[in-house]
C-alpha cells in the first residue's frame, strides 16, 4: 500500500501514527484484529525504514543489522540465520565488514532494509526511503524493493511524494491532499478513473491536461464547445451540468491534420522513444507525448484530435468526476 500526495498533506503523520512514534486523537488502529492505539511501538512488532538511514557510524554492517536480534536477546544461531537471509536478498554479504561510510547510497539504505528484515514483523513501514538517491539509484531500489516485498510476503505501507515511485510499487494506492484521503484503489484505477481534478492532475507524468468546455446538444448530435470556439463531437453525455472541465492524459492525443484542436507549441522535448510537445489549447496549458518521433515546430501550431474513450468529464463547479 503506497501512500501519495504533495508536501505537508499527512502521508508521514500517519505512517508515524501507524508506528506509535505520534498519537492518535481520534479514531481507532487496528493491526491483526488488535487495537494498538495505546500500545507502544516497541509492542506493535512493525519494522520502519526511515528517510534518513539512521545507520550507527561506527558500527559495521553486520553489526548495524544484528543489532536489534541482540537486544532482544535473540540465540545465536537463530540470530545468525536470519542475518544471513536478509544478506543474500538485499545482495550486501559482501560488504558486511564495511562502516556505513564506505557504502554508497543505496547500498546503505539496503542495510537499513536488512535491520528492519530481521525483526520478521508483519508490518513494514517506508517513510520516503529514496529520496536521499539520485534517479538512477531511485530506479534501482524501487525494483529491490518491489522484488523484496515478494520474497517476504509481508504487508509495506511505503509514503512517498512522488507518483512514479507509486505506480510502479504499488498494489494499491492511497492518495492525500491536505490531511484527506481523495481516493484508494489500483494504479489502473486511480489512472483510468480519477475521482477528481485533484487525482487526476496528481498521477501521471505529464499531468493530466484540464480545458473548459461546454457541452451543447443532445445524443448523437453532441458536442463540445471550448472557450477558443473549437468542437468536439461527442456522444452519450448525460450530465446535469453543461460546463464542464474536459481532461486528457498527455498521451491520448493525435496527431491529426483535420484535427479539431489547435494547439499553440510552446516547447518540444525529444526522449529518444518518444516527443513531449508542451502548449496551449484554448488559453489552456496541454501536455502531450508521441510515439514515433513525429516531426513537431516550436512556435507553430499543431491540430490534434482526441478519441471520445480517452475523455474524462469533471463538473466545473466542484472538481468531481462526471
Do not use: W
Amino acid at each position: 500500500m503506497v501512500v501519495v500526495g504533495p508536501s505537508g498533506c499527512g502521508k508521514s503523520t500517519l505512517l508515524r501514527m501507524i508506528a506509535g512514534l505520534e498519537t492518535i486523537s481520534d479514531g481507532h488502529l487496528h493491526i491483526d484484529a488488535i487495537r494498538v492505539n495505546d500500545l507502544p511501538p516497541q509492542k506493535r512488532n512493525i519494522a520502519m525504514v526511515f528517510q534518513t538511514y539512521a545507520l550507527f557510524p561506527h558500527m559495521t554492517v553486520r553489526k548495524n543489522i544484528e543489532f536489534g536480534p541482540r537486544v532482544r536477546r535473540e540465540k545465536g544461531a537463530e540470530m545468525e540465520k536470519k542475518i544471513s537471509r536478509a544478506a543474500k536478498v538485499l545482495n550486501i554479504s559482501q560488504y558486511m565488514d564495511r562502516l556505513p561510510s564506505e557504502l554508497s547510497g543505496g547500498q546503505r539504505q539496503r542495510v537499513a532494509m536488512g535491520r528492519a528484515i530481521v525483526r520478521d514483523s508483519k508490518l513494514f513501514l517506508f517513510d520516503e526511503p529514496l529520496s536521499n538517491l539520485d534517479a538512477h539509484l531511485r530506479a534501482e531500489m524501487r525494483t529491490e524493493i518491489k522484488s523484496l516485498h515478494q520474497k517476504l510476503g509481508a504487508t509495506i505501507v511505503y509514503v512517498t511524494h512522488d507518483q512514479i515511485e507509486a505506480m510502479t510499487m504499488a498494489d494499491r494506492i492511497v492518495i492525500m491532499n491536505k490531511g484527506r484521503i481523495e481516493q484508494i484503489g489500483t494504479p489502473t484505477d486511480l489512472y483510468d478513473f480519477p475521482v477528481n481534478i485533484f487525482v487526476a492532475g496528481f498521477l501521471g507524468s505529464p499531468s493530466m491536461s484540464f480545458i473548459p468546455s461546454t457541452i451543447s446538444g443532445t445524443g448523437d448530435n453532441q458536442s463540445l464547445k471550448l472557450d477558443d470556439g473549437s468542437v468536439l463531437p461527442v456522444s452519450g453525455v448525460n450530465y446535469s451540468s453543461t460546463e464542464i472541465i474536459l481532461g486528457v492524459r498527455p498521451e491520448s492525443y493525435d496527431i491529426d491534420p483535420n484535427g479539431t484542436l489547435a494547439m499553440n507549441v510552446d516547447v518540444v522535448e525529444p526522449t529518444g522513444a518518444e516527443v513531449m510537445a508542451y502548449g496551449y489549447i484554448a488559453g489552456q496549458s496541454v501536455r502531450c507525448v508521441f510515439r514515433g518521433r513525429p516531426q513537431i515546430d516550436v512556435g507553430g501550431v499543431l491540430r490534434l484530435g482526441v478519441k471520445r474513450k480517452n475523455m474524462h468529464f469533471f463538473d466545473r463547479a466542484s472538481g468531481m468526476r462526471l
